[in-house]
C-alpha cells in the first residue's frame, strides 16, 4: 500500500501519537485490515516507534492484521445471545464453511468472527452480515443466508 | 445558525421552536434505535416519508425518529402524538393503513396494538402496557421526546436549561455539593459516590483538568449505555459541560465502543451541533466557562472499560491498566486531575441540577437514590431495556416487567453485573436492585444487565462462558488475572468434560480468593465472581457434573450425546439436510440415526427437528 493511500486518513493527525487509535480505526474501516506497509507508514507521520504502532494494533480486538473475506458474518455470542443458542449459530457458521472464527475461507468469501455483545440483547441471539444486523437468528436462517450469499459471490465470479 | 451566546437568547430559541410546532396535528413517532433497526424500521421510515409526501400531510404531520424506547422485542416501535397511541411489530405494508385511518380519520388499527399477554386486551397506550407500568422512567422516557439528531427537540423539552442555572446561579462548589447530596453513585458498576469524586477531583492541584464519558460497554449483555447516548446524546453532554464547570475542567471526552456505529454518529452529530450554536467553545452562554470536547472510538477492549485503562488508550496506548494508588482525581489522563464517569451518571446530572438533590434522593434505597436503567435480557418474555426506582426488587423487574418465562421452562437464575457480577438463584429474587445487597449476596448490580436463565441453562457452564470471555479479554498485565483465570478455566473445562474432582472445587474457592485479593485492577478482582457465585448457589449442579458425569441442563458437549428416537420420527429429513457434519442417516421412509462417530454434538439438529425426535442422554 502505498503512503499516499493513508492521506485522508493522516490529515490533521500527522505528529500527533495520541491519534493512533482513531487512525488505525479509519484504516481498518477502509481497507478491511491493517497490513505491514501501512503499519510502517503510520509509525513514521505520526511520529512513533513501528513497535508502538504493532502492538497497539495487535492488543484490539476491532483490528485485523490479514486480510477478511468479502463477508464477515458476526456473531454475537454476548450472554443473552449465549443462553438463547448463540452457540448454535456459531456451529452452524463454522460446520458449514469449515473454518475456525477469525479465518477466511478457501474461495476468499467468508471470514466468521464472533464478537462479545453488539448491544442488541433484547433481540438476542444476533448476528450480523456485513455490518447489517440479524435478529433472532436460527441455525436454518444463519444456514439460508450463507448459501445466498455464496450463490452471488459465485455469480459474481463467473459474471467476471 | 446563529449563536446561543445568552441564556435569553436560549430561552427565545426554545420558544421559537414550540410556536413552530404549533402547527401539527399529530406527530409519528418511530423509533429508530438499534434494535428497531434490525427490525428494519428503517423500511418503515422511508414508507411513511412517501406516504405522508402522497397525501400532502408534510406541514401538518411531524415525523420523528428517535432512540430506543425500551420494549425492542416489539419492534418497530411506534406512538401517534397527542393521543399517544401505541402500535408494535410495524412493517412497510402498515403504514398508508395507519396514515388514511389514524392520522386522517382518527381510527385506531387494532391488529398494531399490543396485546395484554394475560388478560388478552388490546392496549391503546404506552403508558397501560405492564412493561412500562411497573417502572419508573426517567431518563428513558425522553427517549421518546427527541429525535437524537435535532438539538432543537432536546432544547424543545427543556435541555441547556440545567446547563443556564448552573453558569449563572450555582457556584461549582454548589454544584459539586448538590451531587453530593443527591446521593448519586456512578452508574458503570463500581457505584463510587459520584458528588466525592468531583469533589476529590475539582480539589485537587492544577489547571488543566479533564472530564470523560466512558461509554465503552463491553459487558455481555448490557446495553443500556448504547440507548442513552444512541437515543438521546445532548443530555449526556449537558451532563458534562456541568460536571466540568464543577470541577473545573476545559475539554471533554467520549470514548465510545465502535460496535455502536449508531451511538458514534449521534454523539458525533450532537457535538458539531451544539458547537454550532455555541452551547460548546469559549464562554458558553456569555459566560466565563469554555469547554470542548472531541469522541474517541474504541478499540474493543473489554479492559478499557477500567478507567486507568481507558485513560491509557484515549493516550493512544494499548489499553492496560495502572495501580491506582493515586487515583486519577488527581493523576489522570495525560497526568492531569480526570473525572470519569459513565454514560448514565451524566445524563442523571442535568435533571438533579433543574429539579434539586432532594427530588432525586427521594427515590430509591437507603444507600442507592435514584433510578437504575437495566437491560433485561434472557429467558424472559418482554425483554428489552428498562428502568426502575433503585430498591425494586428482583421479583418485580422479571415478573412483572419482564412477564415471567419465556418459553415454559422455569427461571432458575438471574446474571446480574455482567463477568463482575454473579448469579442469583430465584429464592433471592425478593432482593433489591442495590448497590449493597446485590454485593452483599455475592454478584453486583455492575451496569445493570440482567440475563435471566431458565432450566436450560447449565450454571457450570455459565462459569465457563464467563471464565472463556474472561481469559480472551485479560490484558495480560498482572500475573493473578492473567494466569489465574486461565488455571480457573483449565479446572471448570475438566468439570464440563467429565474429568473433574472434587478438590478441584477448593481449589477454584482458593484460587478465586486469591485473584480477588491480588489482582491489579477492578476487573480482575471481580473476576472470580462467576464461579464464585454459582459454587455458593448452584454446587449440586458442579457436583452432579463431577460424580454422576452429566449436565442436568444438557448443555455441556462433552456429557451428553444426541438420539433419534425412532417413535417420534417422521422420516422427513430436515435434520439430516440441517447436520453441517453430514452425520444423520437415513433414507426417505426409514427412520433416521445419528452417526456418533461423525456428530459434533452441534446441537443444530434438535433446534429443527418439528417432532421433538432428537433427544439427548
Same mark, same amino acid.
Given at each position: 500500500?502505498?503512503?499516499?493511500?493513508?492521506?485522508?486518513?493522516?490529515?490533521?493527525?500527522?505528529?500527533?501519537?495520541?491519534?493512533?487509535?482513531?487512525?488505525?480505526?479509519?484504516?481498518?474501516?477502509?481497507?478491511?485490515?491493517?497490513?505491514?506497509?501501512?503499519?510502517?507508514?503510520?509509525?513514521?507521520?505520526?511520529?512513533?516507534?513501528?513497535?508502538?504502532?504493532?502492538?497497539?494494533?495487535?492488543?484490539?480486538?476491532?483490528?485485523?492484521?490479514?486480510?477478511?473475506?468479502?463477508?464477515?458474518?458476526?456473531?454475537?455470542?454476548?450472554?443473552?445471545?449465549?443462553?438463547?443458542?448463540?452457540?448454535?449459530?456459531?456451529?452452524?457458521?463454522?460446520?458449514?464453511?469449515?473454518?475456525?472464527?477469525?479465518?477466511?475461507?478457501?474461495?476468499?468469501?467468508?471470514?466468521?468472527?464472533?464478537?462479545?455483545?453488539?448491544?442488541?440483547?433484547?433481540?438476542?441471539?444476533?448476528?450480523?452480515?456485513?455490518?447489517?444486523?440479524?435478529?433472532?437468528?436460527?441455525?436454518?436462517?444463519?444456514?439460508?443466508?450463507?448459501?445466498?450469499?455464496?450463490?452471488?459471490?459465485?455469480?459474481?465470479?463467473?459474471?467476471? | 445558525?446563529?449563536?446561543?451566546?445568552?441564556?435569553?437568547?436560549?430561552?427565545?430559541?426554545?420558544?421559537?421552536?414550540?410556536?413552530?410546532?404549533?402547527?401539527?396535528?399529530?406527530?409519528?413517532?418511530?423509533?429508530?434505535?438499534?434494535?428497531?433497526?434490525?427490525?428494519?424500521?428503517?423500511?418503515?421510515?422511508?414508507?411513511?416519508?412517501?406516504?405522508?409526501?402522497?397525501?400532502?400531510?408534510?406541514?401538518?404531520?411531524?415525523l420523528?425518529?428517535?432512540?430506543?424506547?425500551g420494549?425492542?422485542?416489539?419492534?418497530?416501535?411506534?406512538?401517534?402524538?397527542?393521543?399517544?397511541?401505541?402500535?408494535?411489530?410495524?412493517?412497510?405494508?402498515?403504514?398508508?393503513?395507519?396514515?388514511s385511518?389514524?392520522?386522517?380519520?382518527?381510527?385506531?388499527?387494532?391488529?398494531?396494538l399490543?396485546?395484554?399477554?394475560?388478560?388478552?386486551?388490546?392496549?391503546?397506550?404506552?403508558?397501560?402496557?405492564?412493561?412500562?407500568?411497573?417502572?419508573?422512567?426517567?431518563?428513558?422516557?425522553?427517549?421518546?421526546?427527541?429525535?437524537?439528531?435535532?438539538?432543537?427537540?432536546?432544547?424543545?423539552?427543556?435541555?441547556?436549561?440545567?446547563?443556564?442555572?448552573?453558569?449563572?446561579?450555582?457556584?461549582?462548589?454548589?454544584?459539586?455539593?448538590?451531587?453530593?447530596?443527591?446521593?448519586?453513585?456512578?452508574?458503570?458498576?463500581?457505584?463510587?459516590?459520584?458528588?466525592?469524586?468531583?469533589?476529590?477531583?475539582?480539589?485537587?492541584?492544577?489547571?488543566?483538568?479533564?472530564?470523560?464519558?466512558?461509554?465503552?460497554?463491553?459487558?455481555?449483555?448490557?446495553?443500556?449505555?448504547?440507548?442513552?447516548?444512541?437515543?438521546?446524546?445532548?443530555?449526556?453532554?449537558?451532563?458534562?459541560?456541568?460536571?466540568?464547570?464543577?470541577?473545573?475542567?476545559?475539554?471533554?471526552?467520549?470514548?465510545?465502543?465502535?460496535?455502536?456505529?449508531?451511538?458514534?454518529?449521534?454523539?458525533?452529530?450532537?457535538?458539531?451541533?451544539?458547537?454550532?450554536?455555541?452551547l460548546?467553545?469559549?464562554?458558553?452562554?456569555?459566560?466565563?466557562?469554555?469547554?470542548?470536547?472531541?469522541?474517541?472510538?474504541?478499540?474493543?477492549?473489554?479492559?478499557?472499560?477500567?478507567?486507568?485503562?481507558?485513560?491509557?488508550?484515549?493516550?493512544?496506548?494499548?489499553?492496560?491498566?495502572?495501580?491506582?494508588?493515586?487515583?486519577?482525581?488527581?493523576?489522570?489522563?495525560?497526568?492531569?486531575?480526570?473525572?470519569?464517569?459513565?454514560?448514565?451518571?451524566?445524563a442523571?446530572?442535568?435533571?438533579?441540577?433543574?429539579?434539586?438533590?432532594?427530588?432525586?434522593?427521594?427515590?430509591?434505597?437507603?444507600g442507592?437514590k435514584?433510578?437504575?436503567?437495566?437491560?433485561?435480557?434472557?429467558?424472559?418474555?418482554?425483554?428489552?431495556?428498562?428502568?426502575?426506582?433503585?430498591?425494586?426488587?428482583i421479583?418485580?423487574?422479571?415478573?412483572?416487567?419482564?412477564g415471567?418465562?419465556?418459553n415454559?421452562?422455569?427461571?432458575k437464575?438471574?446474571?446480574?453485573?455482567?463477568?463482575?457480577?454473579?448469579?442469583?438463584?430465584?429464592?433471592?429474587?425478593?432482593?433489591?436492585?442495590?448497590?449493597?445487597?446485590?454485593y452483599?449476596?455475592?454478584?453486583?448490580?455492575?451496569?445493570?444487565?440482567?440475563?435471566?436463565?431458565?432450566?436450560?441453562?447449565?450454571?457450570?457452564?455459565?462459569?465457563?462462558?464467563?471464565?472463556?470471555?474472561?481469559?480472551?479479554?485479560?490484558?495480560?498485565?498482572?500475573?493473578?488475572?492473567?494466569?489465574?483465570?486461565?488455571?480457573?478455566?483449565?479446572?471448570?473445562?475438566?468439570?464440563?468434560?467429565?474429568?473433574?474432582?472434587?478438590?478441584?472445587?477448593?481449589?477454584?474457592?482458593?484460587?478465586?480468593?486469591?485473584?480477588?485479593?491480588?489482582?491489579?485492577?477492578?476487573?480482575?478482582?471481580?473476576?472470580?465472581?462467576?464461579?464464585?457465585?454459582?459454587?455458593?448457589?448452584?454446587?449440586?449442579?458442579?457436583e452432579?457434573?463431577?460424580?454422576?458425569?452429566?449436565?442436568?441442563?444438557?448443555?455441556?458437549?462433552?456429557l451428553?450425546?444426541? /438420539? $433419534? @428416537?425412532?417413535?417420534? !420420527?417422521?422420516? +422427513? =429429513?430436515? *435434520?439430516?439436510?440441517a &447436520?453441517?457434519?453430514? #452425520? %444423520?442417516?437415513?433414507?426417505?421412509?426409514?427412520?433416521? /440415526? $445419528? @452417526?456418533?462417530?461423525? !456428530?459434533?454434538k +452441534? =446441537?443444530? *439438529?434438535?433446534?429443527? &427437528?418439528?417432532?421433538d #425426535? %432428537?433427544?439427548?442422554?
Amino acid at each position: 500500500m502505498e503512503s499516499n493511500n493513508l492521506d485522508p486518513i493522516l490529515e490533521g493527525r500527522r505528529s500527533q501519537p495520541h491519534q493512533l487509535i482513531e487512525v488505525l480505526q479509519d484504516i481498518q474501516e477502509q481497507h478491511g485490515y491493517i497490513s505491514e506497509e501501512s503499519m510502517v507508514t503510520v509509525s513514521k507521520e505520526l511520529g512513533m516507534p513501528l513497535m508502538e504502532v504493532y502492538s497497539v494494533a495487535s492488543f484490539y480486538k476491532a483490528f485485523s492484521l490479514k486480510p477478511r473475506g468479502k463477508n464477515v458474518i458476526t456473531i454475537c455470542t454476548g450472554t443473552a445471545c449465549h443462553v438463547r443458542g448463540a452457540k448454535l449459530n456459531l456451529n452452524q457458521a463454522t460446520g458449514q464453511l469449515g473454518v475456525t472464527p477469525g479465518e477466511v475461507t478457501d474461495d476468499g468469501l467468508f471470514t466468521i468472527e464472533n464478537v462479545n455483545c453488539l448491544g442488541a440483547c433484547a433481540l438476542a441471539p444476533v448476528v450480523t452480515e456485513n455490518g447489517s444486523c440479524h435478529n433472532h437468528m436460527t441455525p436454518s436462517k444463519l444456514r439460508k443466508l450463507i448459501r445466498s450469499l455464496q450463490k452471488r459471490g459465485t455469480e459474481d465470479i463467473s459474471n467476471g | 445558525m446563529a449563536k446561543v451566546n445568552t441564556l435569553k437568547k436560549l430561552e427565545a430559541l426554545r420558544n421559537k421552536i414550540l410556536n413552530n410546532r404549533e402547527k401539527y396535528r399529530a406527530t409519528i413517532v418511530i423509533c429508530g434505535g438499534t434494535g428497531c433497526q434490525a427490525s428494519r424500521s428503517g423500511d418503515v421510515i422511508s414508507e411513511i416519508k412517501k406516504e405522508l409526501d402522497n397525501h400532502g400531510l408534510n406541514g401538518s404531520v411531524c415525523l420523528r425518529t428517535t432512540g430506543c424506547h425500551g420494549f425492542c422485542e416489539q419492534g418497530p416501535l411506534m406512538v401517534i402524538e397527542p393521543d399517544n397511541l401505541f402500535y408494535c411489530h410495524v412493517s412497510p405494508r402498515d403504514v398508508s393503513e395507519i396514515v388514511s385511518k389514524t392520522i386522517l380519520n382518527n381510527e385506531i388499527v387494532e391488529r398494531l396494538l399490543y396485546t395484554d399477554p394475560v388478560t388478552g386486551k388490546l392496549i391503546k397506550t404506552e403508558s397501560d402496557i405492564p412493561f412500562y407500568r411497573a417502572q419508573d422512567r426517567h431518563i428513558l422516557a425522553q427517549n421518546r421526546q427527541v429525535d437524537p439528531c435535532s438539538i432543537e427537540d432536546y432544547i424543545a423539552i427543556g435541555g441547556y436549561a440545567a446547563l443556564g442555572k448552573t453558569l449563572f446561579e450555582i457556584s461549582p462548589e454548589s454544584v459539586v455539593q448538590e451531587i453530593k447530596d443527591s446521593g448519586l453513585r456512578g452508574r458503570g458498576g463500581g457505584g463510587f459516590p459520584t458528588g466525592r469524586k468531583w469533589d476529590e477531583c475539582r480539589k485537587a492541584p492544577g489547571d488543566e483538568k479533564y472530564v470523560i464519558c466512558n461509554a465503552d460497554e463491553g459487558d455481555p449483555g448490557a446495553y443500556m449505555d448504547r440507548c442513552v447516548l444512541e437515543g438521546n446524546p445532548h443530555l449526556v453532554l449537558e451532563g458534562m459541560m456541568i460536571g466540568a464547570w464543577a470541577i473545573g475542567a476545559g475539554q471533554g471526552y467520549v470514548y465510545v465502543r465502535n460496535e455502536y456505529p449508531l451511538a458514534v454518529e449521534h454523539i458525533r452529530v450532537a457535538v458539531k451541533q451544539a458547537r454550532e450554536l455555541g452551547l460548546l467553545g469559549d464562554n458558553i452562554l456569555g459566560s466565563s466557562f469554555s469547554f470542548d470536547v472531541e469522541i474517541a472510538r474504541g478499540g474493543g477492549a473489554f479492559v478499557c472499560g477500567e478507567s486507568t485503562a481507558l485513560m491509557a488508550s484515549l493516550e493512544g496506548k494499548v489499553g492496560e491498566p495502572r495501580p491506582k494508588d493515586v487515583h486519577t482525581v488527581v493523576d489522570g489522563l495525560w497526568h492531569k486531575p480526570t473525572t470519569l464517569n459513565n454514560v448514565e451518571t451524566w445524563a442523571n446530572v442535568p435533571a438533579i441540577i433543574q429539579n434539586g438533590s432532594s427530588k432525586f434522593a427521594a427515590k430509591g434505597s437507603k444507600g442507592s437514590k435514584g433510578t437504575k436503567i437495566l437491560a433485561l435480557t434472557g429467558c424472559v418474555k418482554n425483554t428489552g431495556l428498562i428502568e426502575v426506582g433503585m430498591g425494586t426488587p428482583i421479583r418485580t423487574v422479571v415478573f412483572d416487567i419482564g412477564g415471567g418465562v419465556s418459553n415454559g421452562k422455569p427461571i432458575k437464575a438471574v446474571q446480574t453485573g455482567g463477568p463482575s457480577g454473579g448469579c442469583l438463584p430465584v429464592h433471592k429474587f425478593d432482593l433489591p436492585v442495590d448497590f449493597d445487597a446485590l454485593y452483599d449476596a455475592g454478584s453486583m448490580v455492575g451496569s445493570g444487565g440482567m440475563v435471566v436463565m431458565d432450566e436450560n441453562t447449565c450454571m457450570v457452564d455459565v462459569a465457563k462462558y464467563f471464565l472463556t470471555f474472561l481469559q480472551d479479554e485479560s490484558c495480560g498485565k498482572c500475573l493473578p488475572c492473567r494466569v489465574g483465570v486461565d488455571r480457573m478455566l483449565e479446572i471448570i473445562t475438566d468439570i464440563t468434560e467429565g474429568r473433574g474432582n472434587f478438590e478441584q472445587i477448593s481449589l477454584l474457592e482458593e484460587l478465586g480468593d486469591t485473584i480477588s485479593q491480588t489482582a491489579l485492577c477492578g476487573l480482575g478482582k471481580t473476576a472470580a465472581n462467576p464461579v464464585i457465585s454459582t459454587l455458593r448457589y448452584f454446587r449440586e449442579e458442579y457436583e452432579t457434573h463431577i460424580e454422576d458425569k452429566k449436565c442436568p441442563a444438557g448443555v455441556c458437549q462433552e456429557l451428553i450425546t444426541y /438420539a $433419534i @428416537d425412532p417413535e417420534s !420420527c417422521t422420516c +422427513c =429429513g430436515v *435434520c439430516k439436510n440441517a &447436520c453441517p457434519h453430514d #452425520a %444423520i442417516t437415513g433414507k426417505k421412509k426409514q427412520i433416521h /440415526a $445419528i @452417526d456418533l462417530d461423525l !456428530c459434533q454434538k +452441534c =446441537g443444530i *439438529c434438535m433446534t429443527t &427437528c418439528k417432532f421433538d #425426535a %432428537i433427544i439427548v442422554n
